[in-house]
């Protein structure tokens, strides 16, 4: 895009901004995402309201609603394995309607399909049982935050952990697990009847804690993997499932990639 209309863009956000009243009236907005050549509705979009940058995701029939100001907007709509869309809306009424139509990128649709299967193959390759979801159930999963996502719709139970609990072993002491929380031991789950510790993967990444989790909204999240009720969470970003498919990423098996 020439950066002239950039440019456009960001000075008529400025504008908008400037010109919102501290106590602007509220409407709603309604609308649906749909494929622009087939006119197929897509599920878990990002919709955003400028400049005011209120999300939502739409449902697996494709839509969406918001609740903001009234006055002009721009709405940008995006989508993994399309490309993303500014649309200008009015909000003059108590309720208002759109459709956004958004370009799919096929290159890129087939990375991200590519990426997935691997993961899955992964998944398949271990054990043990694996939960995961994927974006469309993370987005329609009414979920507002990754941790509350897993417990509620994966099963997994958080729970307090000490140097002194069964599991021990299982890596609640500072001097076995390098990524335990300074004061208490808090990053533990019921699993198989003890207190063990769980461990927190983003984008392939170890985290400190469990609290992680609570930062991700289903915005963020490509998909998520729960292993052993919880001993490991594995959590994938958009940014990450569209980055690894422009790389053609191959993931390490489990027994090297958890180390």
């Not at 622009?36 to 999300?55: D, N």
């Not at 000490?162 to 019921?190: E, K, N």
């Not at 769980?198 to 930062?215: A, H, Q, W």
């Not at 990450?240 to 993931?251: D, G, H, I, L, W």
């Amino acid at each position: 895009m020439p950066r002239t209309h950039w440019q456009f863009i960001a000075c008529a956000l400025a504008a908008l901004a400037a010109a919102a009243p501290a106590s602007a009236q509220r409407a709603t907005l309604k609308g649906q995402v749909v494929d622009a050549e087939s006119g197929q509705p897509i599920a878990a979009a990002v919709v955003e309201v400028m400049p005011r940058h209120e999300k939502a995701m739409t449902d697996a029939q494709g839509r969406f609603t918001l609740r903001t100001t009234r006055g002009e907007h721009v709405i940008v709509a995006d989508a993994m394995g399309f490309g993303n869309v500014m649309t200008p809306v009015e909000l003059a009424d108590d309720e208002v309607e759109v459709q956004v139509a958004l370009e799919k990128d096929p290159v890129m649709l087939q990375g991200i399909v590519a990426t997935a299967n691997r993961l899955e193959s992964r998944r398949r390759a271990y054990p043990y049982p694996v939960h995961a979801l994927d974006a469309t159930q993370i987005a329609t999963s009414g979920a507002p935050d990754m941790a509350i996502l897993v417990r509620e719709r994966l099963g997994v139970t958080f729970t307090e952990c000490s140097r002194y609990a069964p599991g021990f072993a299982l890596a609640t002491s500072r001097r076995l697990d390098p990524f335990a929380g300074a004061s208490g031991y808090m990053g533990c789950v019921y699993s198989r009847g003890i207190a063990a510790h769980s461990s927190v993967y983003v984008d392939e990444v170890r985290m400190p804690d469990t609290g992680i989790l609570s930062l991700y909204g289903p915005q963020d999240v490509a998909a998520v993997e729960v292993y052993h009720n919880g001993e490991q969470i594995r959590v994938y970003t958009r940014w990450f499932m569209e980055r690894a498919a422009r790389t053609n990423y191959r993931p390490l098996p489990l027994s090297m990639a958890s180390f």
